[in-house]
């Protein structure tokens, strides 16, 4: 009777759920044991009539559907005999061959989850969801189905389960939109960083932490931050995730702490906050725990180890070490094929950055190709300004400056704040690149705007005026901006900039000997960031001549071997460096040196503003703004505004005017 009763929970009978039931025996702890064969205990039960063969093509048995209700509904009398009840011991042996099916992928995965359903097994269900995360989802159908199952009474009572069902409901909406339940098609392409349930927003502040286990604390946690990242607080979503772990703290004393797959989802929603945030080093910390996790317990499965892996390589490009954001994203691409995904899940993640490591080593056409993949796939979510960034670098390294530059400044992205707000500068390489940019084109007034909206604090800020130094000949300023940011903690790759506009300096000057010994700082911070953009964004002229004079230095070699290309040497990166055209359109050559509030007086009436208005904008009177004008008429020798502007166009102080139509007097 205690077997029928087991047999009972089955929808449909077949070999391995035959052994189920055996195990849901066994863990029911009969003080008897069966004393038959699965063959010999299937054999009586058909010739008694309590069970019927379905289907005898595939041996599917069930039990006819009059005696499964009735069985369902005994709760009794298994008390004397059994210490748990068929319900409890079936739960148990669902729980058990879950893990089995998983892990050595068994046959019977597709009717273990259907047994979930049918037996209620909401609990287990959340025991999946902590176990597995998202990775439950292997099978889309069936555990699809499962969590869109549960009752609204159940969700309302079980957070957990609110935020897997709000998984299962994305994944559903994305293979309505797809035709196709193919989970290495669905998965991928899945916005699963979007999953928010708004219901259980402010759960945690909201004085009912106590009710609440370790695991629901830590998945409530990711939630709530994740909701504050895709609203671009990251101040707040930081604040949120160090809550959750200061309340996960106070539960350690009344037992085991989250799961090992919710303390990896919520390290990996640490670490991304971190990366938007700006704070790399401590955002690789962070997510090497989360890989490490990946490859130790759970190398099977595609989540959270595919996600690491990104994100590290997206804090290493913030950081500006290019070989192990190289690594991280061949290792990315790598397992998702062992998956057997097609696309990685975050593919536009993935293609923006494989551009930017394609520039880093100059290989033009891979950038080509992985920004036009970039463009098929849509609005890249959650990466700011860095594919408009990547663009225009891939354009000025193409020749077409001007176009980078005028879309660049036009863009829907940038264009209300350039470059600066907290969404875009968290890379530190974003301003950097912008103001690379203006000057290859030519355009000096956008790198004054960029100035102007920025702070002595923001990510290169020094390196912006440093280039500003550059164009207007002023050396004890560059020496000075150059200067901090070769003592800050900034990366390689702004290190390497400021490094090369030192050398491209020194070389105008004609002082080679010191020019050559800085451009050897600039090959090893290059080295160091396996990038070659501070060479690139040199002159041709300072360009060609340093690598002439240090085509046979070892690091080029070194260079090259962090680019882990076959083919590639140091004399293959120098022709790549001198194939480019020309990435600094603006002259040095200055018969008037300006200082920073001149500079800023002179980039004003480049407009149509009238004086009272610029003299409010500075702080100053009218009569004052008069007198600062006067002065700088006479430092040109010019004797009104309008041949002031004229002369300042004229000898490269001002970037030319524009014609009509959009364009520029002047061209690339």
């Excluded at 903690?489 to 105008?508: E, I, N, Y």
Aim: net charge negative; hydrophobic share 40%.
């Amino acid at each position: 009777m205690f077997l029928l009763a087991l047999f009972s929970w089955l929808p449909k009978i077949t070999a391995p759920t035959i052994g189920l039931v055996h195990e849901a025996y066994d863990l029911a702890e009969s003080k008897t044991t069966v004393p038959t064969t699965s063959t010999e205990l299937v054999s009586e039960l058909v010739a008694e009539g309590l069970l019927v063969v379905e289907s005898r093509e595939d041996g599917t048995l069930t039990v006819p559907g009059l005696i499964r209700s009735l069985m369902r509904r005994i709760t009794g009398p298994w008390t004397a005999e059994f210490h748990r009840s068929p319900h409890e011991a079936f739960s148990m042996a669902i729980d058990n061959s879950y893990a089995r099916a998983k892990a050595s992928d068994v046959p019977g995965y597709d009717e273990i989850l259907d047994l979930v359903v049918e037996i209620e097994g909401w609990e287990l269900l959340e025991q999946m969801w902590t176990r597995r995360s998202i990775n439950v989802f292997d099978d889309v159908v069936n555990a699809v189905d499962a969590f869109l199952s549960v009752p609204a009474s159940v969700i309302s009572e079980r957070p957990i389960l609110a935020l897997a069902r709000s998984a299962a409901r994305r994944i559903d909406s994305t293979r309505s939109r797809f035709g196709t339940e193919d989970r290495t098609r669905l998965v991928p392409v899945t916005d699963f960083d979007s999953i928010v349930v708004p219901s259980l927003h402010g759960i945690l502040s909201s004085g009912h932490e106590t009710e609440l286990s370790v695991d629901e604390i830590a998945a409530l946690t990711a939630a709530e931050a994740r909701l504050h990242r895709s609203n671009g607080d990251y101040g707040t979503a930081l604040q949120t995730i160090d809550s959750g772990r200061e309340l996960l703290r106070r539960r350690h004393d009344e037992g085991s702490g989250p799961t090992a797959m919710m303390q990896a989802g919520l390290n990996l929603e640490h670490g991304k906050n971190l990366v938007s945030a700006g704070r790399f080093a401590e955002a690789l910390r962070v997510l090497q725990r989360v890989i490490q996790f990946s490859e130790t317990y759970a190398p099977n499965s595609w989540h959270p180890m595919l996600a690491g892996y990104l994100e590290t390589a997206l804090a290493n490009l913030g950081h500006g070490h290019g070989k192990e954001m190289g690594w991280n994203l061949t290792l990315t691409r790598d397992k998702a094929q062992m998956f057997g995904m097609e696309t990685v899940p975050g593919e536009h993640k993935w293609q923006c950055l494989d551009a930017m490591r394609s520039l880093d080593r100059l290989d033009l056409l891979a950038a080509g190709t992985a920004l036009e993949k970039l463009k098929k796939l849509g609005t890249a979510k959650g990466l700011g300004s860095l594919p408009t960034i990547a663009e225009s670098l891939y354009r000025v390294y193409r020749g077409r400056a001007s176009i980078a530059a005028k879309e660049l400044i036009d863009n829907v992205d940038t264009r209300d704040s350039p470059m600066t707000s907290s969404s875009n500068s968290r890379f530190s390489g974003i301003v950097n690149i912008a103001s690379f940019v203006f000057l290859a084109a030519g355009e000096t007034k956008p790198i004054q705007d960029l100035v102007v909206q920025m702070t002595p604090t923001d990510p290169s800020y020094s390196l912006v005026k440093a280039r500003q130094s550059f164009v207007f000949g002023q050396r004890e300023q560059l020496w000075s901006h150059t200067a901090r940011v070769l003592n800050s903690v900034d990366g390689p790759r702004l290190k390497g900039c400021a490094a090369a506009l030192r050398a491209a300096f020194l070389h105008h000057e004609s002082q080679e000997s010191a020019a050559v010994d800085s451009f050897g700082h600039v090959l090893d911070y290059c080295i160091i960031g396996s990038t070659l953009m501070p060479i690139a964004q040199m002159s041709k002229s300072s360009r060609s001549a340093l690598i002439a004079v240090t085509a046979s230095h070892s690091a080029w070699s070194d260079l090259a071997e962090t680019f882990d290309e076959a083919d590639s040497s140091g004399a293959d990166l120098q022709q790549r460096l001198l194939d480019l055209p020309e990435t600094l359109r603006v002259s040095v050559d200055r018969d008037v040196e300006l200082s920073s509030a001149e500079l800023s007086l002179l980039f004003a009436i480049d407009s149509q503003k009238p004086v009272p208005q610029i003299a409010r904008e500075f702080g100053v009177v009218a009569g004052t703004l008069k007198n600062r004008l006067s002065a700088l008429y006479k430092k040109f020798g010019v004797r009104s505004r309008a041949e002031m502007i004229e002369h300042a166009k004229r000898n490269g102080y001002l970037s030319s005017t524009e014609v009509p139509g959009g364009g520029s007097a002047t061209s690339n």
